[in-house]
């Protein structure tokens, strides 16, 4: 295999020099651009409002407050929040299985007439910015096809525009491409039908790849803002992102910036824990053996 740079030139010491010196410059840039937002955002959260202000600012709180947290919890009432954004979260990742698994099995496994072209199509809709797709799909959630029905401020509003999603769709379609013809021909030789097939037989040898499509159905649902402002104008069926928005021109900045880390411990703690789960299953399907 060719590279930019040969075995014999890294295996020098000037090649091992200019190699870790390269490495170490750039992930520590990278680790710093990622992690200092966050660094500065948890302890500019124990500052008072006019340290914060301050110039030149401090990194460090000169009395570090770590009140602040139960203060904002109290302040914005973030309780109430968080359990809309969990409603709105279990629901949308219940939702988009419900519809992503059977869709991605029955163009996988069932092989039905133009499949291919239907997921074309689906995949073309990644190329559609996501700001292109808001109006048409508030108008049609105002008023739904055939139902006639409104669903501002009702957490289907979220659930029902999402439940199709293209790229786990496709995910899961190129997990289940992988997974043994000869399994379906004997569950089928066994009288199963294509339901009982994709339940007994593909679902269980399919947990890395749904752990990843769970996982980034619960992200995407949690951290999303510009869809639930649309939807939700009812404050108190907000979602947390967006009832920290509408509480940040009236909440001093400490306690605003408070509100904003407990918002983003879930997210963080969820991928801290299933990283690992998350790159073997988006690698899963890739190589055939």
């Known amino acids: 295999m060719r590279t930019l740079v040969s075995e014999s030139q890294l295996r020098s010491g000037r090649g091992k020099t200019v190699y870790w ?9 990278f680790t710093t651009a990622f992690v200092f937002p966050l660094i500065w955002m948890v302890l500019g959260a124990m500052k008072t409002a006019p340290e914060l202000a301050r110039v030149p600012p401090t990194l460090l709180p000169q009395q570090a407050n770590v009140g602040a947290y139960v203060e904002a919890w109290n302040f914005m009432s973030l309780a109430h929040f968080f359990l809309n954004t969990i409603i709105v979260v279990l629901g949308a990742w219940l939702v988009q299985l419900a519809v992503d698994v059977p869709a991605a099995y029955a163009l996988s496994k069932l092989k039905p007439k133009l499949g291919n072209v239907v997921l074309g199509m689906m995949l073309g809709t990644l190329m559609l910015p996501a700001s292109a797709l808001l109006v048409p799909t508030y108008l049609t959630i105002t008023d739904v096809p055939l139902l006639g029905v409104n669903l501002v401020n009702s957490p289907l509003a979220i659930w029902l525009p999402g439940a199709a999603n293209a790229f786990n769709i496709y995910l899961l379609k190129r997990f ?3 997974i043994p ?3 379906i021909e004997a569950s089928t030789l066994d009288g199963a039908g294509p339901l009982g097939t994709m ?5 269980p040898l399919s947990r890395p790849v749904l752990g990843v499509v769970s996982i980034l159905s619960i992200v995407t649902a949690w951290k999303d803002f510009i869809w639930p402002l649309l939807v ?3 404050p108190q069926a907000q979602t947390l992102s967006v009832a920290l928005q509408r509480f940040a021109p009236d909440t001093p900045v400490n306690l605003l910036l408070a509100g904003l880390v407990l918002a983003s411990v879930p997210t963080i703690v969820v991928f801290l824990i299933f990283q690992r789960n ?11 053996g």
């Open 21 to 29: 010196t390269v490495f170490v410059i750039v992930a520590v840039t």
């Open 176 to 178: 289940f491409d992988q």
């Open 181 to 183: 013809g000869e399994l």
């Open 199 to 203: 339940w007994r037989v593909v679902l």
């Open 232 to 234: 939700f104008s009812d």
């Open 278 to 288: 998350i790159l073997a299953g988006l690698t899963a399907g890739s190589v055939k």
